[in-house]
T-cell receptor, first 111, second 119 residues
């Protein structure tokens, strides 16, 4: 599986957009990019996934660069409840989809 | 609907004892995963079940760890002769495969975890 690199921590002001970067420079053509988050003392929660195109859902937007070597998760209007560890994962089909979680980015949303 | 449930939520055991952790996946989900998360670390894959196929046990750290899934639903993770380094949060996830090209899931749904402390 492609290794992903994320900053260990970021801060964001409440109501502002949070932009979380992820580097996956060794990603292969069939690997999807998944984002999950883990709020303190809870299990991880799926946010969004993408292959090549930018994606948007009710939680977030995912921007994948054209060369697919990096991506950015955007929370358009961060709230205090978005404070969590955010994990970026690259997973190929045929791997049984077992997700390899790194240490992620601790996003702290400040009032 | 009901999500993934796990029991117990907390378990304290003495070194050397055996423990069983239970996972009830979302009804109809064919895939079930076990992960563990040690303090301050990311999630570590342990084992994967998919339907009637042989489980992927590639993540189990030692032969003290085993898991089974009965009737394609409930799963039990057993740790024999527990050691202090087994202390972690054990997370279960389920997924409905086949939604992505290539058969993968859009997402895995995680339970709240079982916090295991070995004293």
């Amino acid at each position: 599986d492609a290794k992903t690199t994320q900053p260990p921590s970021m801060d964001c002001a409440e109501g502002r957009a949070a932009n979380l970067p992820c580097n996956h420079s060794t990603i292969s053509g069939n690997e999807y990019v998944y984002w999950y988050r883990q709020i303190h003392s809870q299990g991880p929660q799926y946010i969004i996934h993408g292959l090549k195109n930018n994606e948007t859902n009710e939680m977030a937007s995912l921007i994948i660069t054209e060369d697919r070597k990096s991506s950015t998760l955007i929370l358009p209007h961060a709230t205090l409840r978005d404070t969590a560890v955010y994990y970026c994962i690259a997973a190929p089909p045929g791997s049984n989809y077992k997700l390899t979680f790194g240490k992620g980015t601790l996003l702290t949303v400040n009032p | 609907g009901a999500g993934v449930s796990q029991s117990p939520s907390n378990k304290v055991t003495e070194k050397g004892k055996d423990v069983e952790l239970r996972c009830d996946p979302i009804s109809g989900h064919t895939a079930l995963y076990w992960y563990r998360q040690s303090l301050g670390q990311g999630l570590e894959f342990l084992i994967y079940f998919q339907g009637n196929s042989a489980p992927d046990k590639s993540g189990l750290p030692s032969d003290r760890f085993s898991a089974e899934r009965t009737g394609g639903s409930v799963s039990t993770l057993t740790i024999q002769r527990t050691q202090q380094e087994d202390s972690a949060v054990y997370l279960c996830a389920s997924a409905q495969l086949g939604r992505l090209a290539g058969g993968g899931p859009y997402e895995q749904y995680f339970g709240p975890g079982t916090r295991l402390t070995v004293t």
